[in-house]
């Protein structure tokens, strides 16, 4: 079983809509989960961290279920540059080293 | 600032050659990571840096893949006699040291085309 599972899509929305991304992890030693986005033939970027708490930051919202191991970002109000693919990212624990753990991502498209 | 660089931006080889990746990580930055991303696959992790030394190399494919750092500064991915399934995008990242909550930086890649 891969440690990080997402939805690939395709998920096709029109512009203005909201949209959700849901990620499950396997290990439940995990410490840290961030959300990335790479957009077509670019390198991944740092979109958000995810707490326990629940995080926003502007139209995206982020949330971390530990006890489901479950991740989510919400997009509200999306934009055509929203267009990109969404990878979900768990950082185990630094006794399994440093490495972070990528899903393969959810590829999103906003049509005008 | 000056991000993190990797030459070359591309790599077409013939199976069966050496090749040899660099990454310029931010200046600073202790911490060097490389991954690698072939198509419709996500991100694997290849190896990590702090300072110059590597403490688990466990995450390479091979033995045809080895990794140094000099200076604690650029690092070089070397490939040897390469073969078709080691084509794939080679992405290298650096962050200011080695913890969770450290944002790692991604160099633009290297797409490596074994024929």
């Known amino acids: 079983r891969k440690e990080v599972e997402q939805d690939p899509g395709p998920f096709n929305v029109p512009e203005g809509a909201t949209v959700a991304f849901n990620c499950t992890y396997s290990n439940s030693a995990s410490q840290s989960f961030f959300w990335y986005r790479q957009d077509c033939r670019k390198e991944p970027k740092l979109l958000m961290s995810?707490?326990?708490s629940g995080n926003e930051d502007g139209r995206f919202t982020a949330q971390l279920n530990r006890a489901s191991q479950y991740i989510s970002l919400l997009i509200r109000d999306s934009k055509l540059s929203d267009s990109a693919t969404y990878l979900c990212v768990v950082f185990p624990n630094s006794n399994s080293g440093y490495a972070l753990n990528f899903g393969k991502g959810t590829s999103l498209l906003v049509t005008p | 600032g000056a991000g993190v660089s990797q030459s070359p931006s591309n790599k077409v080889t013939e199976k069966g050659k050496d090749v040899e990746l660099r990454c310029d990580p931010i200046?600073?930055?202790?911490?060097l990571y490389w991954y690698r991303q072939s198509l419709g696959q996500g991100l694997e992790f290849l190896i990590y840096?702090?300072?110059?030394?590597?403490?688990?190399k466990s995450g390479l494919p091979s033995d045809r893949f080895s990794a140094e750092r000099t200076g604690g500064s650029v690092s070089t991915l070397t490939i040897q006699r390469t073969q078709q399934e080691d084509s794939a995008v080679y992405l290298c990242?650096?962050?200011?040291?080695?913890?969770?909550?450290?944002?790692?930086?991604f160099g633009p890649g290297t797409r490596l085309t074994v024929l």
């Open positions: 995810v707490y326990s």
């Open positions: 990242a650096s962050s200011p040291g080695l913890a969770e909550y450290n944002e790692q930086f």
């Open positions: 840096f702090q300072g110059n030394s590597a403490p688990d």
């Open positions: 200046s600073g930055h202790t911490a």
